[in-house]
Structures are given as structure tokens and as C-alpha cells.
Nanobody, 127 residues
Framework: QVQLVESGGGLVQSGGSLRLSCAAS????????MGWFRQAPGKEREFVAA????????YIADSVKGRFTISRDNAKNTVSLQTNSLKPEDTAVYYC????????????????????WGQGTQVTVSS
């Protein structure tokens, strides 16, 4: 099993930045792609960003492209989401996810592509 714990969420003003982190523990050798999703109140969970096992390939949702960046440190078993120019519509619970399957450049953009999930961290952007 793999455990994922997110951190870094909080309250920020519109235009501000936050760096979300996710630490993996357990059978971390089995982790392939990692990603971030978010769920706003009353809405379905949506894809935000994904990064391949090596970190050489990333995929960013159009809604956050140019503002969010995903990165990972395999030596530390962490994945990060740098969020800049935040908007009130970015307010959501942000979830970290990890996959234990897929090719070397696999960057899944849907929930079925992931096997493990964190508990989430709240990001609130005030206007």
C-alpha cells in the first residue's frame, strides 16, 4: 500500500500563490505517475495536473495552464503543485493521487488512472 499526505493549503488573496506538497510513504517503489485533482463545493472532482514517473512529462489542465506547475522529487517521494495567480474559482479541496501502473511516460488525466489518494488539503482564495 501507499499512503499520501498533502500539505500547504490555506487561505490566500486573489493573485497570490501557494505551494502544495504531497508526501508518499509505504510501497513507494511501486509509484508511477502522480497527479493532482481538486473538488470545489457542489462540484465533481476534476483533474488539475499529472507528472510521469521520471518527471520528464507533465500534463496540465487548460483551466490552470500557465498558472500551475507540477514537479516531483523521487528521492524524497514527494510531488508538488506550485499555484500562482490564484483566482477565487480555484477554491477547492486539492487531492494528491498516485498510480502503480502504466508506461514510463504515463500521465493519466482521469480518476480511474490512479490507485492511491490522499485526504486532501483545502485551498481558499478570497477576492
Amino acid at each position: 500500500q501507499v499512503q499520501l499526505v498533502e500539505s500547504g493549503g490555506g487561505l490566500v488573496q486573489s493573485g497570490g500563490s501557494l505551494r502544495l506538497s504531497c508526501a508518499a510513504s509505504g510501497r513507494t517503489f511501486s509509484i508511477h505517475a502522480m497527479g493532482w485533482f481538486r473538488q470545489a463545493p457542489g462540484k465533481e472532482r476534476e483533474f488539475v495536473a499529472a507528472i510521469s514517473r521520471s518527471g520528464s512529462k507533465t500534463y496540465i489542465a487548460d483551466s490552470v495552464k500557465g498558472r500551475f506547475t507540477i514537479s516531483r522529487d523521487n528521492a524524497k517521494n514527494t510531488v508538488s503543485l506550485q499555484t500562482n495567480s490564484l483566482k477565487p474559482e480555484d477554491t477547492a479541496v486539492y487531492y494528491c493521487a498516485a498510480s502503480n501502473t502504466g508506461s514510463y511516460y504515463y500521465t493519466p488525466q482521469t480518476e480511474p488512472g490512479y490507485d492511491y489518494w490522499g485526504q486532501g488539503t483545502q485551498v481558499t482564495v478570497s477576492s
